[in-house]
């Protein structure tokens, strides 16, 4: 199906593993972006991508780290997961990040529990 | 750094109102600005997007108004219906070249029958 995907939707794991969520477009939108969203803080930009190899820091990077191989996946992987983590985690993309006109697209969420 | 509020957090009208969600924000130097309906345990919808140069944007029984010197942004909803309620977010672009969005709380709208 077209749009955007997130895998998986719901995730529970331990302090201190590593995990990895993933999101894909079919758009081949260039630009994609990953955020969080808690009560009390509303959502927050982790990362985002302007292309395919090249990213760039949000507000609240620390403990993540993202890769853009291909222009259609953006994963988004915790190193050493902390119970701060704990959230749901949204990625978006834009035909383009150059122009006002250019909306941004979510996909389902990923709810991550970490215990 | 920019900061985006949204008053009330919570809003309750009965069904066939016409009502206003406001959003605020701190600096007016803003690329464009986005309204995105969220209903529970689903992802954000975009609703309507203004661009900075314009002053109002139109979709069905919405309409989203845009006043930067007052730093401020409504979304219009006319003949409201059950199926509105949900939780309405607004967010800001001040970054050109990436559209790096920040987000007010939202409004959890209900719409009583």
């Known amino acids: 199906d077209a749009g955007i995907t997130q895998s998986p939707r719901y995730k529970i794991t331990e302090t201190g593993r590593q995990v990895t969520l993933m999101c894909h477009q079919t758009?081949?939108?260039?630009?994609m972006f990953w955020y969080r969203q808690d009560l009390g803080h509303g959502l927050r930009l982790i990362y985002y991508?302007?292309?395919?190899?090249?990213?760039d820091k949000g507000e609240v990077p620390d403990g993540y780290v993202v890769s853009r191989s291909k222009t259609e996946n953006f994963p988004l992987t915790l190193e050493s997961a902390t119970r701060s983590q704990t959230s749901v985690y949204f990625c978006?993309?834009?035909?383009?990040?150059?122009?006002?006109?250019?909306?941004?697209?979510f996909g389902p969420g990923t709810r991550l529990t970490v215990t | 750094k920019q900061e985006v509020t949204q008053i009330p957090a919570a809003l309750s009208v009965p069904e066939g109102e016409n009502l206003v969600l406001n959003c605020s924000f701190t600096d007016s130097a803003i690329y464009n600005l986005q309204w995105f309906r969220q209903d529970p345990g689903k992802g954000l919808t975009s609703l309507l997007l203004i661009q900075s140069s314009q002053r109002e944007q139109t979709s069905g029984r919405l309409n989203a108004s845009l006043d930067k010197s007052s730093g401020r942004s409504t979304l219009y909803i006319a003949a409201s219906q059950p199926g509105d309620s949900a939780t309405y977010l607004c967010a800001a672009s001040l970054v050109q070249g990436a559209q790096k969005l920040v987000f007010g709380q939202g409004t959890r709208l209900t719409i009583n029958p």
């Open positions: 978006a993309s834009s035909e383009r990040g150059d122009s006002p006109t250019y909306e941004q697209y």
């Open positions: 991508s302007a292309a395919a190899d090249i990213t």
């Open positions: 758009w081949s939108h260039s630009y």
